[in-house]
């Protein structure tokens, strides 16, 4: 069975980082993008960041300069470094595989979400 297990939210002052890991546990073949996603109480979920198995990376106007991510194939896990933390930042965040690929399946995977939250 498949799962997508987030780890490393909590609470953090303002300006200060978090650094999110999503581990990929289950008879994967291959992960082809690995994202992370965000929401807010009362918004819709929102991409925050991207990456590719190549590594190719994509952001979200508002973490870029702030937000890393990266992967590590081999052991099938994704990071989201997180730094100069604002109030807005808070939210659920959830790891996402698309598609994540096992020897019989392939589609979108969800994580379970982590939270984190930023005081002002």
């Known amino acids: 069975q498949v799962r997508l297990v987030e780890s490393g939210g909590g609470l953090v002052q303002a300006g200060g980082s978090l650094r999110l890991s999503c581990a990929a546990s289950g008879s994967i073949f291959s992960i082809k993008t690995m994202g992370w996603y965000r929401q807010a109480p009362g918004k819709q979920r929102e991409l925050v960041a991207s990456?590719?198995?190549?590594?190719?990376?994509n952001y979200a106007d508002s973490v870029k300069g702030r937000f890393t991510i990266s992967r590590d194939n081999a052991k099938n896990t994704g990071y989201l470094q997180m730094n100069s933390l604002k109030f807005e930042d808070t939210a659920v965040y959830y790891c996402n595989g698309n598609p994540l690929v096992t020897l019989t399946t392939e589609g979108p995977y969800w994580g379970q979400g982590t939270q984190v939250t930023v005081s002002s």
């Open positions: 990456i590719t198995i190549r590594g190719n990376t």
